[in-house]
C-alpha cells in the first residue's frame, strides 16, 4: 500500500504525463487532415498519431517537466501548489514550446522532408505550421493546470 506521502505525489505526475499523452494524441489526430496525406484510413493515421504521441510529444513533455523541475530545484514540483503560483512554470513552457516546436518544424519540413503540409495555416515568414506550435504551447500548460486541480484534491 503507497502512504498518502507518496500518493500526494505521485498523482500529479501520473495525471501530468497520461493527460499530455491523451491531449498530445487527439491533436496529433485531429490535426492529421492538414498535412498531405492527411487523408489515408484513420487506423493508419491513428497509429502513426500514437507513435509519434508516445515518443517525440512525450519526450517534449518530460524535458519540459525535467526543466522547470531544475529551476524548482524540486523533483516534485507538480505537488507542490507553490510551483503554481511561481510565472516560471507557466512562461518557461510557452517560450520552450515556441523555440522547440518553431526547430522541429523547420527541420522536419525544410531539412530532411519529414513531412509535407497540405492545408496547414502557416506562421509567416517562417514558414512552419501554427497548429504544431500550437500544441506544444498549450498541452503543455493544460496538463499543468489538470495537475493543479489533482494536487489541489490530493
Known amino acids: 500500500m503507497i502512504d498518502s506521502t507518496a ?3 505521485l498523482l500529479p505526475l501520473v495525471a ?3 493527460s499530455a499523452f491523451v491531449l498530445h494524441l487527439a491533436w496529433e489526430t485531429a490535426q492529421m487532415p492538414l498535412f498531405e496525406s492527411g487523408d ?10 500514437f507513435k509519434a ?4 510529444d512525450m519526450l517534449f ?14 523533483i516534485w514540483w507538480l505537488s507542490n501548489r507553490e510551483s503554481y503560483l ?11 514550446g515556441v523555440l522547440l516546436a518553431v526547430s522541429f518544424e523547420l527541420w522536419a519540413v525544410h531539412v530532411v522532408n ?3 503540409y497540405d492545408s496547414m495555416p502557416l506562421v509567416p515568414i517562417l ?13 503543455p500548460v493544460a496538463s499543468t493546470a489538470i495537475c493543479r486541480v489533482v494536487a489541489k484534491r490530493s
Open 61 to 74: 513533455m518530460l524535458a519540459l517537466f525535467a526543466t522547470i523541475a531544475t529551476i524548482h530545484e524540486d
Open 114 to 116: 519529414r513531412w509535407v
Open 40 to 49: 489515408a484510413p484513420f487506423q493508419d493515421t491513428f497509429w502513426m498519431c
Open 53 to 56: 504521441t508516445a515518443t517525440g
Open 127 to 139: 514558414g512552419v505550421g501554427i497548429t504544431p506550435m500550437l500544441q506544444m504551447t498549450l498541452i
Open 16 to 18: 501530468y504525463f497520461a
Open 86 to 96: 511561481h510565472p516560471a512554470t507557466w512562461v518557461v513552457q510557452i517560450v520552450i
Open 7 to 9: 500518493r500526494n505525489r
